[in-house]
């Protein structure tokens, strides 16, 4: 689908040749000239380019839209990474859809690019260090994304489905985001997080951005650590199955993927799984914290990823109980217990060490060890109350 406005640009400018044609135009010597047609996205089976703009994705003028045919995407309870905002999408090359199998699965064809560009709401005046801690734009394209003279992008992150599988493609912008540069060694960008404080005040928090390198995605994006093989975390059933606001309406984020061809699954969508949104105060408390722990968490506590010897498992389908957490002592924790005994405590907020973890910025402590920097406030809030309204206790 596109979001296109009439006048835009590609990625790497004009050339001489067209800046000469503008002022041109500008003094009225020649007649106004339509500018070049969008890019069209293209498929790379072997190598990645240079330049994000050579898979055609995106296009910018004053703002950035997206190509034909790229589907933009949103997910109930999204994974949190240092209160950056991002845009999702998805492409397919062929005619091949993604097939949903098992209870929740979605295999994507070979030649699904999927991308997440981060970014953050700055400040007026100049390009600096400085990012703004606003809430997202969940459900729809961000509108600040249509003038980028308030956003500062900090990254894309492709995953491409190849033959072999599936390629982890980190890209960083260039500070005059005209177009992002890949960095397969990861990237490091010191910024400073300014929110809003009471009384009209603000805070301002230094912290280091990471960009993985592409050894590193495996971190998240390898769930089973025995075949340490990549693939998507989000583009799940339950985490698409919600409604997102399109340029032509709002619908049903698998409808809209099954009438543009790139989806096939059977049965109605309202059978379909659906986690809850971790924002939604209208929801069951109990449903918000699981879904934030799946989409945080369960990539490794799951009975077949990375943290499977810590025996607590975050997937949806766990019971609630000792294996989610529940009254569970911890495995070879180390400092990472916090000197507390349960992983979940009920009613005990502040003697669990899942909410330790979650609360801590030391690298021996933190949980999640990859992504973050910074404490997800509102995350650790919602978990603390879910843990403070447990009845029981673990004696």
């Given at each position: 689908?596109?979001?296109?406005?009439?006048?835009?640009?590609?990625?790497r400018?004009r050339?001489?040749?067209?800046l000469l044609?503008?002022?041109?135009?500008?003094?009225?010597?020649?007649?106004?000239?339509?500018?070049?047609?969008?890019?069209a996205?293209?498929?790379h089976?072997?190598?990645?380019?240079a330049?994000?703009s050579?898979w055609?994705?995106?296009s910018?003028?004053?703002?950035?839209?997206?190509?034909?045919?790229?589907?933009?995407?949103?997910?109930?309870?999204?994974?949190?990474?240092?209160?950056a905002?991002?845009?999702r999408?998805?492409?397919?090359?062929?005619e091949?859809?993604a097939?949903?199998y098992?209870?929740?699965?979605?295999?994507?064809?070979?030649?699904?690019v999927i991308?997440?560009?981060?970014?953050?709401?700055?400040?007026q005046g100049?390009?600096?260090?400085r990012?703004?801690?606003?809430?997202?734009?969940s459900?729809?394209?961000?509108?600040?994304?249509?003038d980028?003279?308030?956003?500062r992008l900090?990254?894309?992150?492709?995953?491409v489905?190849?033959?072999?599988?599936?390629?982890?493609?980190?890209?960083?912008?260039d500070d005059d985001q005209?177009?992002?540069t890949l960095?397969?060694?990861g990237?490091?960008?010191?910024?400073?997080?300014?929110?809003a404080?009471?009384?009209g005040?603000?805070?301002q928090?230094?912290?280091?951005?990471?960009v993985?390198?592409?050894?590193?995605?495996?971190?998240?994006?390898?769930?089973?650590?025995?075949?340490?093989?990549?693939?998507?975390i989000?583009?799940?059933?339950?985490?698409?199955?919600?409604?997102?606001t399109?340029?032509?309406?709002?619908?049903?984020?698998?409808d809209?993927?099954?009438?543009?061809?790139?989806?096939?699954?059977e049965?109605?969508?309202?059978?379909?799984p659906?986690?809850?949104?971790?924002?939604?105060?209208?929801?069951?408390?109990?449903a918000?914290?699981?879904?934030?722990?799946?989409?945080?968490c369960?990539?490794?506590?799951n009975?077949?990823?990375?943290?499977?010897?810590?025996?607590?498992?975050?997937?949806?389908?766990?019971p609630?109980?000792?294996?989610?957490?529940?009254?569970?002592?911890?495995?070879?924790?180390?400092?990472?217990?916090?000197?507390?005994r349960?992983?979940?405590?009920?009613?005990?907020p502040?003697?669990?060490?899942?909410l330790?973890?979650?609360?801590s910025?030391?690298?021996?402590e933190m949980?999640?060890?990859?992504?973050?920097?910074?404490?997800?406030?509102?995350?650790?809030?919602?978990?603390?109350?879910?843990?403070?309204?447990?009845?029981?206790?673990?004696?």
């Amino acid at each position: 689908m596109s979001d296109r406005r009439p006048e835009r640009r590609r990625f790497r400018g004009r050339t001489a040749a067209a800046l000469l044609s503008s002022l041109l135009m500008a003094i009225g010597c020649v007649p106004q000239q339509s500018s070049a047609p969008p890019p069209a996205p293209t498929f790379h089976e072997t190598e990645n380019p240079a330049k994000l703009s050579d898979w055609g994705l995106f296009s910018l003028d004053k703002g950035l839209s997206l190509s034909d045919g790229v589907i933009p995407y949103d997910l109930n309870t999204p994974l949190f990474s240092d209160y950056a905002h991002k845009l999702r999408t998805v492409w397919i090359s062929g005619e091949t859809p993604a097939g949903a199998y098992g209870d929740d699965a979605i295999d994507f064809p070979v030649g699904t690019v999927i991308s997440k560009t981060f970014y953050y709401p700055k400040p007026q005046g100049e390009f600096d260090s400085r990012v703004l801690k606003t809430p997202d734009a969940s459900g729809r394209i961000d509108p600040a994304l249509r003038d980028l003279s308030g956003v500062r992008l900090v990254e894309t992150r492709l995953l491409v489905r190849r033959k072999n599988g599936w390629d982890a493609v980190p890209y960083v912008w260039d500070d005059d985001q005209g177009d992002a540069t890949l960095k397969r060694i990861g990237d490091a960008q010191r910024l400073t997080l300014v929110a809003a404080a009471p009384e009209g005040s603000t805070t301002q928090t230094p912290f280091a951005y990471i960009v993985p390198d592409v050894n590193q995605c495996a971190g998240c994006h390898a769930p089973n650590n025995t075949s340490r093989e990549i693939s998507p975390i989000g583009p799940k059933l339950r985490h698409l199955n919600k409604d997102f606001t399109y340029t032509e309406g709002t619908a049903n984020q698998l409808d809209r993927w099954r009438e543009a061809g790139l989806l096939t699954f059977e049965g109605a969508v309202d059978a379909a799984p659906r986690n809850a949104d971790w924002r939604d105060e209208t929801a069951p408390l109990g449903a918000r914290a699981r879904a934030y722990l799946d989409a945080n968490c369960s990539h490794c506590h799951n009975p077949v990823g990375p943290a499977d010897t810590s025996g607590l498992m975050l997937t949806p389908e766990t019971p609630f109980g000792n294996a989610a957490g529940l009254c569970k002592l911890p495995v070879a924790a180390g400092a990472g217990t916090g000197g507390r005994r349960f992983d979940i405590a009920p009613g005990e907020p502040d003697s669990s060490i899942l909410l330790f973890r979650m609360e801590s910025t030391r690298a021996d402590e933190m949980m999640p060890e990859l992504g973050r920097a910074l404490v997800h406030e509102e995350g650790a809030a919602l978990i603390r109350k879910w843990i403070a309204e447990m009845d029981g206790d673990c004696s």
